[in-house]
């Protein structure tokens, strides 16, 4: 690939890993005009990456953005500055952020984490139940997609007989490009809607939950407005949910299609050791992770990324995928293996940004893998990889199906 590759096709999504290598050695730092219309710098190489995820000269607030784009809601999360949902962690700074981010980590300390696990397993096998006897299922919609929103759903204290709603709101948001206009800004709204109505809920009758953590946080004096709250609890949603939908899903298409890692891991797993999905779910969110590109950066100052000089007010877009892959960072980078030890890679991202449910992102997707691989030794793609579609959307990456066949039967 001699001339620039293009950007952001439907070629492109199936596979950007060759554009970014291009990038990575010919235009580090590269300004693009993005599908919405808005400019933005791109940043592939690692050592840049972490830079920039860390500069503090990079704001998350959108406040900072020269051009009135998003205002027009081309950057950040459709309808959430109409639903007054901005006050949350990826959108604002310090020492706001720092204020908010204390409130909610105690939820995602690893003993909560740990606690939560027999919860996580059961819901993985209960959804591996509605479909192990068919012999074939559509990993994404019965298993990926709800196992996260089940879990989150517990996890804010959503009560069982609205979790189903939340399912919906939920999937009108995921499907971005595949859903009608204006579906996204309105499932924020209803979501809003139902946030502010379960708050009003949870402060009569509190409960062992994030949502009323939060109120009791916010009633003891640290000042959580109701707007804070509700915010808070959509982004746990939003963040919590897609990324974990792509980790399993990417994760276990990669496995599928590197079927001597699969053998090894599957080995490793019947002889009752853990190392292996411990290392190899860090492999595969290096290799094929959830999160694309960062979510949007602006500069408050002008300052210099790469050599690159970036002047005040510009988006910048960190592309993890590009640094995740970086030769000059991780050993034989397009390879998957499973038991790679130098990882420090930027899936979950860097600094004081760095993703808050980490620990039950990792949980989760452990705990899926392996019991997919354990219930299903013999899961195998059904059809041709070609015909595999990936979502539209400039954040996230993430397969819109993934149709697999196994034998059928309980295990």
């Given at each position: 690939?001699?001339?620039?590759?293009?950007?952001?096709?439907?070629e492109?999504?199936?596979?950007?890993?060759?554009?970014?290598?291009?990038?990575?050695?010919?235009?580090p730092?590269?300004?693009?005009r993005l599908?919405?219309?808005?400019?933005a710098?791109?940043?592939?190489?690692?050592?840049d990456?972490?830079?920039?995820?860390?500069?503090?000269?990079?704001?998350?607030?959108p406040?900072?953005h020269?051009?009135?784009?998003?205002?027009?809601?081309?950057?950040?999360?459709?309808?959430?500055?109409k639903?007054?949902?901005?006050?949350?962690?990826?959108?604002?700074?310090?020492?706001?952020?720092?204020r908010?981010?204390?409130?909610?980590?105690k939820?995602?300390?690893?003993?909560?984490?740990?606690?939560?696990?027999?919860r996580v397993?059961?819901?993985?096998?209960?959804?591996?139940?509605?479909?192990?006897?068919k012999g074939?299922?559509?990993?994404?919609?019965e298993?990926?997609?709800?196992?996260?929103i089940?879990?989150?759903?517990d996890?804010?204290?959503?009560?069982?007989?609205?979790?189903?709603?939340?399912?919906?709101?939920?999937?009108?948001?995921?499907?971005?490009?595949?859903?009608p206009?204006?579906?996204?800004?309105?499932?924020?709204?209803?979501?809003?809607g139902y946030?502010?109505?379960?708050?009003h809920?949870?402060?009569?009758?509190?409960?062992?939950?994030?949502?009323?953590g939060?109120?009791?946080?916010?009633?003891?004096?640290?000042?959580?407005?109701e707007?804070?709250?509700?915010?808070?609890?959509?982004?746990?949603?939003?963040?919590?949910?897609?990324?974990?939908?792509?980790?399993?899903?990417?994760?276990?298409?990669?496995?599928?299609?590197?079927?001597?890692?699969?053998?090894?891991?599957?080995?490793?797993?019947?002889?009752?050791?853990?190392?292996?999905?411990?290392?190899?779910?860090?492999?595969?969110?290096?290799?094929?992770g959830?999160?694309?590109l960062?979510?949007?950066?602006?500069?408050?100052?002008?300052?210099?990324?790469?050599?690159?000089?970036?002047?005040?007010?510009?988006?910048?877009?960190?592309?993890?995928?590009?640094?995740?892959?970086?030769?000059?960072?991780?050993t034989?980078p397009?390879a998957l293996?499973?038991?790679?030890?130098?990882?420090?890679?930027?899936?979950?991202g860097?600094?004081i940004?760095y993703c808050?449910?980490?620990?039950?992102?990792?949980?989760?997707?452990?705990?899926?893998?392996?019991?997919?691989?354990?219930?299903?030794?013999?899961?195998?793609?059904?059809?041709?990889?070609?015909?595999?579609?990936?979502?539209?959307?400039?954040?996230?990456?993430?397969?819109?199906s993934l149709?697999?066949?196994?034998?059928?039967g309980r295990?």
């Open positions: 690939m001699t001339d620039q590759p293009e950007l952001f096709t439907w492109f999504a199936t596979d950007p890993y060759p554009a970014y290598a291009w990038l990575r050695e010919h235009a730092v590269h300004r693009t599908p919405s219309g808005v400019e710098w791109l940043v592939t190489r690692y050592a990456a972490k830079q920039a995820l860390a500069d503090q000269r990079l704001s998350k607030n406040a900072h020269d051009e009135p784009a998003h205002a027009k809601g081309k950057t950040g999360i459709p309808g959430e500055r639903a007054e949902l901005m006050t949350h962690l990826l959108n604002i700074d310090p020492p706001d952020h720092t908010l981010r204390r409130l909610v980590s939820a995602f300390t690893p003993r909560r984490v740990a606690e939560f696990a027999p397993q059961q819901l993985t096998d209960q959804l591996i139940d509605g479909f192990v006897e074939e299922a559509d990993l994404i919609h298993f990926a997609f709800p196992l996260p089940y879990a989150i759903c996890l804010l204290g959503v009560p069982p007989e609205d979790q189903d709603d939340f399912r919906d709101w939920a999937g009108m948001m995921i499907r971005h490009g595949g859903g206009r204006g579906g996204v800004a309105r499932s924020v709204k209803k979501m809003r946030l502010a109505e379960l708050i809920r949870k402060r009569e009758d509190p409960g062992d939950d994030l949502i009323s939060l109120i009791r946080a916010s009633d003891h004096g640290e000042h959580l407005t707007n804070e709250a509700a915010a808070m609890a959509f982004i746990l949603l939003f963040a919590g949910f897609e990324t974990t939908v792509n980790l399993i899903g990417n994760g276990v298409y990669a496995l599928l299609r590197h079927p001597e890692q699969r053998e090894r891991l599957q080995a490793s797993l019947a002889a009752g050791e853990s190392a292996l999905l411990e290392t190899g779910v860090e492999e595969l969110l290096r290799y094929d959830p999160v694309e960062a979510t949007w950066r602006f500069a408050t100052e002008s300052l210099v990324i790469g050599g690159q000089e970036i002047a005040t007010g510009d988006p910048v877009l960190v592309v993890l995928a590009a640094a995740d892959r970086d030769p000059e960072r991780f034989d397009d293996d499973l038991s790679r030890r130098d990882n420090q890679h930027l899936g979950y860097h600094g940004h808050l449910g980490a620990p039950l992102a990792r949980l989760e997707g452990q705990t899926a893998i392996a019991t997919l691989l354990r219930r299903m030794p013999d899961l195998r793609l059904a059809g041709d990889p070609a015909d595999l579609r990936w979502r539209g959307g400039l954040i996230m990456r993430g397969l819109r149709p697999v066949e196994f034998t059928p295990s």
